[in-house]
């Protein structure tokens, strides 16, 4: 006589959850984080002797230059400087790859023809990027 080795179908549905599979992923990423966390931070923190080179010109262009004009000349970065030196200055910002934002400041009671004349040496070497300082209405 054979046997029948199955068991019976049951009707009532199965409620519990087999969460095994779930445990085991959680730990094996528990695993991973753990391994992986200290690697991350001894990269961060890592100190490393950088090789020294020497300062190139494209490093040592300004970002920004302020021109002050005062009644007897110029001021550039605080050097006072008649009209040639100025325009030799303003040829040498002009051939720059990247020519800096020039800030032109300029005292209330100075001759405004000082002013016009900068605006004018601007124009003529091309320098758009300027910004005229004024200060806030108090």
Avoid at 111 to 117: F, I, K, L
């Amino acid at each position: 006589m054979a046997r029948s080795f199955h068991r019976k179908r049951s009707l009532e549905p199965n409620s519990e959850l087999n969460v095994t599979a779930l445990i085991d992923l959680g730990f094996a990423l528990l695993i991973i984080f753990m391994i992986s966390t200290p690697l991350i931070e001894k990269e961060q923190v890592m100190e490393v002797d950088l090789p020294v080179a020497s300062p190139s010109k494209a490093q040592a262009q300004p970002d920004n230059v302020d021109i002050v004009v005062v009644n007897d000349g110029y001021r550039v970065d605080g050097n006072l400087i008649g009209e040639p030196e100025l325009e030799q200055e303003l040829a040498r910002f002009a051939s720059m790859g990247k020519p800096p934002v020039l800030s032109i400041r300029a005292d209330a009671d100075t001759r405004y023809q000082n002013v016009v004349r900068l605006l004018d040496l601007l124009k003529e070497y091309k320098l758009s990027k300027i910004n005229l300082v004024t200060r806030p209405e108090e």
